[in-house]
């Protein structure tokens, strides 16, 4: 499931597009303004934003500019202008794809797909994982429990990926920050914790009592098939 962050001041054009969006199957939080986008960015988490770039408080452009300073999020700027200099500037300017409106969900949802895919690094598309009951697949980006397919957001995706494409390997915080976080010098330690307790959750285990995810006090985590192999 894509969770898309939607920023959009229209208020008809957004009620129509987070329900449109809905529909195909995407998890939609829809907002009115810049400011609120930027707080989005960090507290929802979205796979990828859709952009309007007239907006009442800040211009699109500078919201990207902001994303682009902390983040490699996918983002597709939503333009009424068709004006091929300033889409040329917002590609420039770090934009991952544009719609020019008007436009329909179907759209926007494929231009979501083909930025997803395309976020997807290239040694990440050999192929399938598979660790016990535990099937990740880096070309979907879908990861299978016991044959049940597991809600993960990007940051979780790329966690259990790492984890599971070297199972049985202890994984050092540092090693998963400059992998899935980009942030090679480190970083908080609380980023990693915070998402390897979400990527239990969803495994259904607890770091008290793990199956898959085991913590190695002091060093980092490694994934092991439970029933040992
Ligand atoms: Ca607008």
Do not use: C
């Not at 914790?193 to 085991?214: C, F, I, M, N, Q």
């Amino acid at each position: 499931m894509v969770r898309l962050l939607l920023v959009e001041d229209d208020p008809d054009i957004r009620r129509t597009l987070a329900r449109g969006l809905g529909e195909h199957g995407a998890t939609v939080v829809p907002v009115a303004s810049a400011v609120e986008a930027i707080k989005a960015v960090s507290s929802e988490r979205p796979d990828a934003v859709v952009l309007d770039l007239g907006l009442p408080d800040l211009d699109g452009s500078d919201v990207l500019a902001l994303i682009r300073a902390g983040s490699d999020l996918p983002v597709v700027v939503a333009t009424a202008r068709d004006d091929e200099r300033e889409i040329v500037r917002l590609l420039d300017a770090g934009a991952d794809d544009y719609l020019i409106k008007p436009f329909s969900a179907a759209q926007v949802m494929a231009r979501v797909r083909a930025v997803l895919r395309r976020a997807t690094p290239v040694a990440q598309q050999d192929s399938r994982v598979v660790v016990g009951d535990l099937v990740v697949d880096p070309v979907s980006r879908t990861a299978l429990l016991e044959d049940r397919e597991l809600t993960l957001n990007r940051k979780e995706f790329d966690l259990l990926f790492a984890l599971a494409s070297r199972s049985g390997e202890v994984v050092t915080k540092r090693q998963l920050l400059a992998e899935v976080w980009q942030m090679p010098w480190g970083g908080a330690d609380r980023t990693v914790d915070v998402h390897l307790s979400w990527l239990r959750r969803k495994l259904g285990e607890t770091a008290a009592a793990p199956r898959y995810l085991v913590s190695v006090r002091g060093v980092g985590v490694k994934l092991v098939d439970p029933k040992g192999s």
